[in-house]
């Protein structure tokens, strides 16, 4: 037995073939007492995670933690991402990525109280998820040992069945064609054609398929930037909300496209995703907002999102700018009140309109293309003309010295 016999590591479980194998590598060739952990974050089933727990005792664990941290991931994540209107290179709602860094914080806290000497990740040396576990760990437990088997090995697939079998472990472990992360704010679908440039995923290749066909209206109301109700129902649980929003529009096949980003590590990456509910919710929300808050309050918010976003996926959500940035998100959806009409198709959605008592439409002051009632034609000449004088001097000056010189 190795000198780790008695050392206790916690390992960020999933039940696939990487941290299958690292169960039993770590147990019975290291010597580790392995602790096995899954932080869900929205995307597994309860008879799921049962039988992840049983595949994890039944690999050789010590102990198997279920680790539910959806509200969290709520309360510090999604909701700025709302508030935020936050898409990755305008496209991608940021699914699987921010979910990685609140597991990461979930499973070091588990491993702090279990007293671990380490902790395990079955990452590989070729994503982004390597950087946003191992940073974490590092920022929050330096003392604990970091430990990747896939990773520094650099294990293939076949070697890591073929092991499993030799140590009287067999399942079905037949490699998928896709990969495939489910969630609360949408799931990833990675593979074949997303590894080629020119090509894009086939219907088949999504898990939700396109089953309504008959157009139907959804409202969703919002109270300080928040989802309040869906279809008139009142809605204490943002959580849940946000699922039922899905029941809804994920029949109709919404929500589906193919992110194209650069990685942490500096290549390029491509990923497909499906996310009816969190394009629903962020398109409803930003039109909210289009009525309710002012033209500079819509600009800067738009470029703190776009960082707020870019940190999220790059694994800087401990980095204080962020608790920074929040605070101006929340300040700024005090008036993001009211009811958003969305029109369900399949695979498109309309946004009809909105209905709120801060609507800055409902002045006045004038409607626009019509009348005015806040000022004079008068007032708008004498405007005109101030507002034009700088291009004035400008074109004036540059006119002056465009003309040919005597010689």
């Known amino acids: 037995m190795s000198e780790n016999n008695n050392k206790k590591v916690v390992l960020a479980f999933s039940g696939g073939l990487d941290t299958s194998f690292a169960v039993k590598y770590l147990s019975e060739d290291c010597g580790y007492e392995v602790y096995t ?10 008879s799921e995670l049962k039988a992840i727990e049983e595949r994890a005792l039944a690999l050789g664990a010590v102990e198997h933690a279920t680790l539910d941290i959806t509200q969290e991931y709520y309360q510090k994540s999604i909701k700025y991402m709302i508030f935020g209107n936050v898409l990755r290179n305008g496209t991608y709602p940021i699914s699987v990525s921010s979910e990685r860094i609140f597991q990461a914080l979930a499973i070091i806290d588990y491993a702090k109280s279990v007293g671990a000497d380490c ?24 003392e604990i040992e970091i430990i990747t088997p896939t990773r520094d090995m650099n294990l293939t697939r076949e070697y890591e069945i073929e092991y499993l079998k030799k140590h ?17 704010w949408g799931t990833s679908v990675g593979g074949k054609e997303t590894l080629h440039s020119n090509q894009t ?7 939700t398929q396109m089953t309504a066909t008959e157009p139907s209206r959804l409202t969703i109301d919002f109270k300080d930037g928040e989802i309040e109700a869906v279809n008139g ?10 699922q039922k929003i899905e029941e809804i529009v994920a029949p109709y096949a919404l929500g589906r496209d193919m992110h194209v980003g650069d990685t942490i590590i500096g290549i390029k990456g491509r990923v497909g995703f499906e996310a009816g ?6 398109g409803a929300h930003k039109m909210l907002e289009k009525h309710t808050l002012t033209k500079w309050q819509q600009y800067w918010k738009e470029q703190l999102g776009n960082w707020y976003g870019m940190f999220l996926h790059e694994a800087q959500y401990l980095e204080p700018v962020m608790r920074d940035i929040e605070r101006f998100l929340e300040s700024s959806q005090r008036n993001v009140t009211g009811r958003v009409l969305v029109d369900l198709y399949p695979y498109r959605f309309v946004l009809v309109g909105v209905e709120s008592d801060f609507d800055l439409m409902k002045s006045a002051f004038g409607e626009y293309g019509e009348v005015s009632k806040g000022w004079t034609a008068d007032d708008v000449k004498g405007f005109t003309r101030i507002l034009g004088n700088q291009m004035k001097i400008y074109h004036a000056v540059q006119q002056r010295n465009d003309k040919p010189r005597e010689a």
Not at 121 to 140: E, K, M, P, W, Y
């Open 201 to 207: 995923l086939p219907e088949e290749a999504y898990p």
């Open 37 to 46: 952990a899954i932080a869900n974050t929205g995307g597994f089933s309860e």
């Open 277 to 282: 509910a969190p394009m629903v919710i962020l």
């Open 168 to 184: 009287g472990y067999v399942a079905d472990f037949k490699k998928l064609e896709y990969s495939i992360n489910k969630g609360l």
């Open 233 to 242: 129902c009142v809605f204490d649980d943002k959580v849940a909300a946000i």
């Open 119 to 142: 902790v395990a990740h079955g990452s590989t040396s070729a994503g982004n998820d390597q950087v946003r576990f191992d940073l974490t760990f590092q920022i929050l437990a330096p």
